[in-house]
């Protein structure tokens, strides 16, 4: 009957992203280059990016026109892009859909609106189970208010609802552990793999990885388990969570050092049976030791540590060969040339490493001075900034609770997550979890409040969403513990009278059909509160693209070379054409010649031209010249086309 319900309740809000995608909304620029390592690792078998920066020719290691360094191939695909922030865990199940169904517009939206459609199904189920169906229908009538929330993110390939999804299912895993049973531990390994998907999805899931630790330290403090139990549970929650980790970055060494680099592996068969022997021994070991010291859980903990210790095992007696034998030579230099770029990008891109960074200077600097606590507190409220605090804390303005200018009707959400404690503590229905969502969302809005240095809703979004769920429980919660004196009766109306005072209008958008009106009217309010809110990224028309793509399969030849101007890297057309875009810079380095033979063309994107342009940014005049020099052969009001000499 609940699943009925929740299933019933997600159809509408599915339904409008869907109808919105068929008629209006294309692939924006970002979700075009995330979804093209998707679709090189479909077709080509490939983890790169059709989006190149690099103005150097040959292959290999090369400084971007970003400054970062990116490695890429004779054919000019770069590969693990650190500007990809979406990672496997939707680059691998996208590759998968497009493997089987081949390439087009509902292929390449079938996996997002999978995820979501997954998503909104747990969150409903999640509030069913914590605060009865009263709080699902009350989320699911305020997403149905807010449509901003998902008209780009639920069919885009921005994957935060794919990380959602897989999370929410990760704490739906440990909830189910936690009642016991024969098949905990199974639940408590998947609890591990689902939380890796996340993270390998959306690094910001990391955040909740300290959450589950306090959860173990919680189980370990209850007493309620044998430790040996509480031991092995845990250990299988942790292989689970390390070998999808492990495993995608044991095939990003394989493609960096031994495809892509100088590096030669030949490895013999007595050193492969050699590895085969050694994970059976371990695996044998592993379980005599778990049957006798604990039978309740002996075949899942050996094998997940078989497979863990013999994996170990085999790259070891790997590595002491290829150390010892002289036919084999390691190169390194572009999986360092890789992670330098990663590195790179995490300091500089808004994960909060800039911030942390100036809290310790700050505070070194007044340890040092031998300042007084109150003068340090201030350093650090200084670093912190407390403007932009107060600005990222009415984020939830832009799903319509509180006011978009710092108000007393901005702290109410909040207020929120201060009375749900006490009310888990009094409410035995809850359960563990309860406390598991309020901690992923403290932790998530945390770390947005006072490190984020966009302050981009989007950024919330991991976060955002069950606090919108914990905000729908609350009444429910409330109800119950007036156990039925007078007192539960004045819950419903203290409800509708905050929430009368709370409600952001204008940011309620209560339609099925949303058309290019309210498409506009949307992005004039995105960012009311001085920051980029919803919808988070603008929708590229449809028929633009389409019209795009139709060009180049009847007038553009596999030996003929595109290039971008400037930064505009025009992801989404490069992905949706299948064709390699290169920077401006590479045609002058080659003197306007094609290597290939065919001819060179300049394409211009949604943000070169049309109600879309960012102006006020500066050009590299060569660039203009070149441009200038350009027979234009394609134009519409998204995307311009021009044949270079």
């Excluded at 087009?104 to 609106?113: E, F, I, S, T």
């Excluded at 639920?154 to 897989?166: H, K, T």
Aim: aromatic letters at 12%.
């Amino acid at each position: 009957m609940r699943w009925g319900a929740v299933l019933l309740m997600s159809l509408p809000l599915l339904a409008r992203v869907v109808v919105f995608a068929d008629h209006f909304g294309g692939v924006a620029q970002d979700s075009g280059w995330y979804l093209g390592v998707a679709k090189n690792l479909a077709h080509r078998g490939i983890y790169a990016s059709y989006s190149n920066a690099i103005p150097e020719e040959p292959p290999g290691a090369w400084e971007s026109i970003l400054g970062r360094m990116n490695v890429q191939d004779a054919a000019g695909f770069t590969y693990f892009p650190a500007g990809v922030t979406v990672g496997p865990g939707y680059v691998v199940p996208e590759a998968m859909v497009l493997s089987l169904f081949g390439d087009g517009w509902w292929q390449y939206r079938l996996w997002p609106l999978l995820t979501y459609w997954g998503m909104l199904v747990v969150l409903l189920w999640l509030a069913v189970r914590m605060g009865g169906i009263a709080s699902a229908a009350l989320l699911c009538l305020w997403f149905w208010f807010v449509p901003q929330l998902s008209i780009t993110t639920a069919y885009e390939a921005y994957s935060e609802p794919a990380a959602l999804f897989w999370l929410l299912l990760s704490v739906a895993c440990y909830d189910r552990a936690r009642r016991g049973g024969p098949r905990a531990g199974f639940f408590y390994g998947a609890a591990g793999v689902l939380l890796s998907l996340a993270t390998l999805t959306k690094a910001l899931a990391m955040l909740a990885a300290p959450v589950f630790f306090l959860a173990a330290l919680v189980e370990l403090r209850a007493g309620r388990r044998r430790l040996r139990l509480w031991i092995t549970d845990w250990v299988l929650f942790a292989v689970g969570f390390l070998v999808p980790n492990a495993t995608f970055s044991l095939y990003r060494y394989v493609v960096l050092v031994f495809w892509l680099g100088d590096s030669r592996l030949d490895v013999s068969l007595d050193s492969l049976l050699w590895s085969v022997v050694t994970g059976l021994v371990v695996f044998s070991l592993a379980v005599l030791v778990m049957n006798r010291w604990n039978p309740a859980r002996s075949g899942l903990c050996a094998g997940a540590m078989a497979i863990l210790m013999a994996t170990v095992a085999a790259l070891g007696v790997l590595g002491v060969r290829m150390e010892s034998l002289g036919d084999i030579q390691v190169d390194r230099r572009l999986l360092q040339a890789s992670r330098d770029e990663h590195y790179q990008f995490f300091v500089s891109s808004g994960s909060g490493a800039t911030r942390v960074c100036e809290i310790r200077d700050a505070l070194k600097t007044e340890l040092l001075a031998g300042g007084s606590l109150p003068r340090t507190a201030r350093a650090v409220a200084s670093a912190l900034r407390p403007e932009a605090v107060l600005q990222k804390a009415a984020v939830l303005s832009d799903v319509g609770l509180g006011s978009a200018r710092p108000s007393w009707s901005t702290a109410v959400p909040w207020i929120v997550l201060l009375i749900l404690p006490w009310g888990f503590r009094r409410s035995a229905q809850t359960g563990a979890i309860a406390w598991l969502v309020l901690g992923l969302t403290c932790a998530s809005q945390a770390w947005y409040l006072l490190l984020s240095e966009t302050g981009w809703t989007r950024h919330a979004f991991l976060g955002l969403l069950p606090h919108m769920l914990l905000c729908c429980c609350l009444p429910a919660i409330l109800w119950r513990l007036a156990d039925g004196g007078w007192r539960r009766w004045l819950v419903p109306p203290a409800t509708v009278a905050v929430l009368a005072a709370c409600l952001n209008s204008a940011a309620m958008h209560p339609v099925f059909s949303l058309d290019a009106g309210w498409v506009d009217r949307l992005y004039s309010q995105r960012e009311a509160r001085g920051m980029e809110g919803l919808p988070s990224t603008h929708v590229i028309p449809l028929e633009d693209q389409r019209q795009l793509v139709a060009f180049f399969a009847e007038h553009i030849r596999p030996n003929d070379r595109m290039y971008y101007k400037g930064i505009f890297y025009v992801s989404e057309a490069s992905t949706l054409v299948d064709k390699v875009f290169f920077p401006l810079g590479r045609y002058r380095h080659l003197g306007g010649r094609n290597p290939l033979g065919g001819n060179s063309y300049l394409i211009l994107g949604p943000y070169q031209r049309g109600k879309l342009a960012l102006v006020g940014l500066g050009s590299d005049p060569a660039d203009d010249e070149i441009e200038a020099s350009g027979k234009l052969v394609l134009e519409n009001a998204s995307y311009a086309l021009l044949r270079l000499p």
